[in-house]
């Protein structure tokens, strides 16, 4: 089984967000995954393969996460690593009082010692696209640091199963745990 921790946007917002990816599908669908809209999705942490065992053990420390809702705002386009290498198509998301990021720290904190770790430093951001080779540069001037795409209230995250079939990535909530 194939896990991670994320956070799901509310429908309307998923829409509006879809029909940039709508946008940019129009115009360059050659060497780019874009992310279907039921997949859209703010990742907290990936996981990865697990069993049984630890998948129990991972929903258990889970479930002991504690944190009040707040509000996150959608706002700006951008490229990682950076604008001039893209690989990754994303919107920002505005994090002015780090919510995003103490919800990371303190899901981190709970979960058992062996998937703590993580390789990135943790920057919260909504996946639109995989890009398989460097778009035209006409792809990077569409590119709006600014857009805003709107906000919506952080009141729950989720545990997800990834599944990878052949049309792409399937993710299933499991299990959505209050905050």
């Known amino acids: ?5 994320g956070v799901n946007l509310p429908e309307e917002l998923k829409d509006i ?13 050659n060497a780019i995954n874009y992310v279907p809209k039921e997949n859209l999705h703010i990742t907290l942490k990936f ?15 889970l479930e002991k996460v504690k944190f009040s809702p ?6 700006g ?19 002015e009082d780090e919510c995003f990021t103490k919800l990371y720290h303190n899901i981190i ?4 010692e062996k998937f703590k770790k993580d390789d990135k430093t943790f920057s919260p951001h909504l996946t639109l696209a995989r890009l398989k080779e460097k778009p035209l540069k006409s792809f990077i001037s569409l590119i709006d640091k600014e857009k805003d795409f709107g906000d919506f209230t952080v009141s729950s995250f989720q545990l997800y ?16 745990f209050p905050i």
């Not at 089984?1 to 921790?5: E, G, K, P, S």
């Not at 967000?17 to 669908?29: D, M, R």
């Not at 904190?109 to 058992?112: G, K, N, T």
Request: net charge positive; aromatic share 16%.
């Open 109 to 112: 904190s709970f979960l058992p």
């Open 161 to 176: 199963e990834s599944k990878l079939e052949r049309e792409g990535a399937r993710y299933t909530v499991l299990y959505s």
């Open 17 to 29: 967000v879809y029909q940039t990816i709508k946008f940019f599908k129009e115009k360059y669908n």
């Open 70 to 75: 707040f509000k996150a705002e959608l706002k």
């Open 1 to 5: 089984m194939r896990i991670f921790i």
């Open 47 to 61: 996981i990865g393969e697990i069993n049984e065992k630890d998948f129990m053990s991972i929903k258990n420390s």
């Open 77 to 95: 386009l951008g490229c990682f690593p950076d604008i001039f290498n893209e690989r990754v198509l994303w919107i920002g998301v505005k994090d």
